[in-house]
């Protein structure tokens, strides 16, 4: 997309499907007047709505609505920008967006692709990368806590922390390297510089930064819950209870789910991807048996497994044989995202049945330890409430940090090191610099960019 970013580009910036609104929005390096001139029969004053027909290549009313022009560099992407908002039919919006399209062969607009506008806005200076990357957070937000932290990621609350950091390093490495350069001064660069605090200081910033970023990933992936276990133990009550909704068919007869039912609640504001999976045992139902596949397959994608387990038939030899079955299976799955969960704690046969340590003893049917799952769910992927206001963050951006972190604590025993090994800690802090300008987009690969911006809606 690189070497297209200076083609002018349209597109229709509203979902698809019907509405009362719908926008097409232009954005060109290039000045729109003639564009303007074309389709509004007139002139725009910058940045204020002006109602007019938009006209077709006869002259014809496609539609009425509001014109606004955006001149460069005042405008979301930087460029100069027209947005046309008419009636939201799909129909009338494509006639608008073919209009645009032709209307100024001399300017050659193209269909914009996913990401465009936003990649030009981050090209341009309007944006860095991790605001950018706010912009399609915030459309996909799942929960309202999670739209709130996309819109303090927007609003440069990742950014200017991450500015923070990067003028502490840079401070640092140009200690560094005055003091490679300049030897004969003799100066004791570790002393009165303080470097070796510095430093230490710079580590307990980042290792904060850090978990508010898992925090902001968190809430922004959700946690993927799957319940797992043989048939009949509860999974599919448990999805209804949790869920707050009869979304699952529940009844005695064995093998009553035969594939992945997901639903996507909320805990505490963190989206929780809650998927039903078909009993785990051998049958000879080939419908079935896909279920079970699919089942094992949901397993080891997950963030957290359920295991459940029916208190009702804790110690009977059938059960256990196939409960051990499923526990050797799951051996191959990591034990810290495996959660017991031991069901029908309400029937009273089950008084005296003692459940694992540290699993959860509950009532699917009641209600009962409810509470307690899922309060567990949240301490499982290592969620706590941050004090300060949250923002969000991707994966990439946890990953930046810890590398970031990595070189810092290296450049930190360079500096201990006796005599004190400079030019390695001097390279260090170079990379460190490096890692942590990947998040805002100061170092960031062609093909990097290019992943991010083909995830957004086109028109965005």
Not at 140 to 144: I, K, L, M
Not at 433 to 448: M, N, P
């Given at each position: 997309m690189l070497s297209r970013h200076q083609d002018p580009i349209a597109a229709i910036a509203t979902a698809p499907g019907r509405g009362a609104v719908g926008i097409v929005r232009v954005s060109s390096p290039q000045d729109l007047s003639s564009l303007v001139g074309a389709i509004c029969g007139r002139t725009l004053k910058p940045r204020?709505?002006?109602?007019?027909?938009?006209?077709?290549?006869?002259?014809?009313?496609?539609?009425?609505?509001?014109?606004?022009?955006?001149?460069?560099?005042?405008?979301?992407?930087?460029?100069?920008?027209?947005?046309?908002?008419?009636?939201?039919?799909?129909?009338?919006?494509?006639?608008?967006?073919?209009?645009?399209?032709?209307?100024?062969?001399?300017?050659?607009?193209?269909?914009?692709?996913p990401g465009e506008f936003t990649r030009r806005a981050f090209l341009n200076g309007k944006l860095d990368l991790a605001q950018a990357e706010a912009v399609a957070d915030l459309i996909?937000?799942?929960?309202?806590a999670a739209a709130r932290s996309a819109g303090r990621a927007l609003a440069g609350a990742l950014s200017g922390e991450v500015g923070q950091l990067r003028d502490a390093l840079i401070q640092l490495r140009m200690l560094v390297e005055a003091?490679?350069?300049?030897?004969?001064?003799?100066?004791?660069?570790?002393?009165?510089?303080?470097?070796?605090?510095?430093?230490?200081?710079?580590?307990?910033?980042?290792?904060?930064?850090?978990?508010?970023?898992?925090?902001?990933?968190?809430l922004r992936e959700g946690i993927k819950v799957v319940l797992a276990g043989q048939p009949n133990v509860g999974k599919s009550s448990l999805l209804n209870?949790?869920?707050?909704?009869?979304?699952?068919?529940?009844?005695?007869?064995?093998?009553?789910?035969?594939?992945?039912?997901?639903?996507?609640?909320q805990i505490e504001g963190v989206p929780l991807h809650i998927s039903d999976t078909a009993g785990l045992r051998d049958t000879e139902d080939e419908v079935e048996r896909i279920g079970v596949a699919r089942s094992w397959d949901a397993i080891h994608d997950a963030d957290v497994v359920l295991?459940?387990?029916?208190?009702?038939?804790?110690?009977?030899?059938?059960?256990?044989?196939?409960?051990?079955?499923?526990?050797?299976?799951?051996?191959?799955?990591?034990?810290?995202r495996i959660l017991q969960i031991y069901n029908k704690a309400d029937a009273p046969q089950v008084d005296g049945v003692a459940a694992v340590d540290n699993a959860l003893k509950l009532s699917a049917k009641t209600g009962a330890g409810l509470?307690?799952?899922?309060?567990?769910?949240?301490?499982?992927?290592?969620?706590?409430?941050?004090?300060?206001?949250?923002?969000?963050?991707?994966?990439?951006?946890?990953?930046?940090?810890?590398?970031?972190?990595?070189h810092v604590d290296l450049a930190l025993q360079q500096a201990a090191a006796v005599p004190a090994a400079l030019d390695l800690m001097a390279e260090e802090l170079r990379m460190a610099?490096?890692?942590?300008?990947?998040?805002?987009?100061?170092?960031?690969?062609?093909?990097?960019l290019g992943e991010i911006f083909s995830r957004f809606c086109i028109g965005k």
């Open positions: 204020e709505a002006t109602y007019l027909p938009f006209r077709s290549a006869q002259g014809e009313a496609i539609d009425h609505g509001l014109a606004l022009l955006f001149p460069a560099p005042n405008s979301y992407t930087g460029e100069h920008v027209l947005e046309l908002q008419a009636h939201g039919g799909p129909v009338v919006l494509q006639l608008l967006l073919a209009r645009c399209l032709e209307a100024d062969p001399a300017l050659r607009i193209r269909l914009a692709e996909d937000a799942s929960t309202e003091t490679l350069d300049f030897p004969e001064e003799e100066i004791d660069f570790l002393q009165q510089a303080d470097a070796l605090g510095k430093l230490r200081r710079l580590l307990g910033r980042l290792d904060a930064l850090q978990d508010r970023s898992r925090q902001g990933a968190i209870a949790l869920a707050g909704a009869e979304l699952a068919i529940v009844t005695p007869i064995p093998g009553t789910t035969r594939d992945k039912l997901s639903q996507t609640i295991f459940l387990h029916d208190l009702t038939r804790v110690g009977q030899q059938d059960y256990e044989r196939e409960d051990a079955e499923i526990r050797g299976r799951l051996a191959a799955v990591d034990p810290a509470d307690a799952l899922r309060q567990r769910l949240l301490q499982q992927v290592g969620w706590h409430a941050v004090p300060e206001g949250l923002f969000i963050a991707r994966e990439r951006h946890v990953q930046a940090l810890r590398r970031t972190r990595e610099h490096d890692a942590l300008g990947e998040i805002t987009g100061a170092f960031t690969a062609d093909d990097l």
